[in-house]
């Protein structure tokens, strides 16, 4: 398993591949790099739905007024 200060390098190369105004996300460790990046992916692309979803609703219901 990578230590905590070679998961941090990592994690801050992965999330700089993200707007900068993307939530930030709790870090774990213990893990191989093939999970921590599996981890992010899968954190951003839930929160990028979520925003993609959020933005859905509000041109919706402007286009309803």
């Known amino acids: ?3 905590a200060k070679l998961l941090d390098k ?3 190369r992965l999330l700089s591949a993200f ?5 930030t996300i709790e ?3 213990d ?4 999970e921590a ?8 692309k839930f929160k ?6 959020k933005d859905f609703m509000v ?5 309803r007024v």
Not at 59 to 63: E, F, P, V
């Open 19 to 23: 707007p900068i105004e993307f939530p």
């Open 37 to 44: 990046k599996d981890y992010v992916f899968t954190l951003a």
């Open 1 to 3: 398993m990578p230590d």
């Open 10 to 12: 990592y994690y801050d």
């Open 48 to 53: 990028l739905i979520q925003q993609l979803e």
């Open 27 to 29: 870090l774990k460790y």
């Open 31 to 34: 893990i191989s790099l093939a």
């Open 59 to 63: 041109l919706q219901n402007k286009m």
